[in-house]
């Protein structure tokens, strides 16, 4: 079946560093991938998504490009905030209507 | 888009009594989806929900430990029945607009405690 694994957390960087978590992908098809983010104590929230190869994703400076010959869907942002703290999470859906399929999520700590 | 209002939003239960979570959305969807994510953990899905018909569960969950109603399009419970400390977790309830590609949307989560 279809899965995806990330990298290992806890990921800790310090303010304005450069941040990658790694995704890669296993399905049949040709999924739509998708980053969530959730904040402590908060719920998921929509990060970004790429729904075809070669799309990229960006939002509040993240980025991350839909690479089918990899199956990687990488996160990243040039210059992470003590804000960006929380637990990020890579998913795929098949097919709309369908539940999405997440990684186990990457903790990252931004320290000023 | 879809706005999803989950409640309770925490509880503290005793072992062997039952909780029932309840989400509204703010528009029709044919399948809601109901998550358990455990401390630390990824979120794993529990069954999806299907307005008039029975819920379809995953592997390793089942009806009797958590029914699941979809009584409209807009609304869905889910119990956790005889509670034991192993079912703490977050619940969360999640749904996909019509459309291809769509993101999911989901609850703000119930933060479920046995003791």
């Known amino acids: 079946g279809d899965s995806v694994t990330q990298m290992e957390g806890p990921v800790t960087l310090s303010e304005e560093a450069f941040l990658t978590i790694n995704c890669t992908y296993t399905a049949t098809g040709y999924p739509s991938l998708f980053w969530y983010v959730q904040y402590p104590g908060e719920g998921l929230q929509l990060l970004l998504k790429?729904?075809?190869?070669?799309d990229k994703g960006s939002n509040k400076g993240f980025e991350a490009t839909y690479r089918k010959e990899t199956t990687s869907f990488h996160l990243e942002k040039g210059s992470v905030q003590v804000s960006d703290s929380a637990v990020y999470f890579c998913a795929l859906s098949e097919a709309g209507n369908t539940p999405l399929v997440f990684g186990k999520g990457t903790r990252l700590s931004v320290i000023a | 888009s879809a706005v999803i209002s989950q409640k309770p939003s925490r509880d503290i239960c005793q072992r062997g009594t039952s909780l029932t979570i309840q989400c509204q959305v703010d528009s029709q969807v044919t399948m809601m989806f109901w998550y358990r994510q455990q401390p630390g953990q990824s979120l794993t899905l529990i069954a999806t929900?299907?307005?008039?018909?029975?819920?379809?569960?995953e592997s390793g969950f089942v009806i009797d430990k958590f029914p699941i109603s979809r009584p409209n399009l807009t609304f869905s419970t889910l119990t956790v029945s005889n509670m034991s400390p192993e079912d703490s977790s977050i619940y969360l309830c999640?749904?996909?607009?019509?459309?291809?590609?769509?993101?999911?949307?989901f609850g703000q989560g119930t933060r479920l405690t046995v003791v």
């Open positions: 790429a729904t075809k190869a070669d």
């Open positions: 929900a299907n307005q008039g018909s029975e819920a379809t569960y």
């Open positions: 999640s749904v996909r607009t019509q459309g291809a590609n769509t993101e999911a949307f």
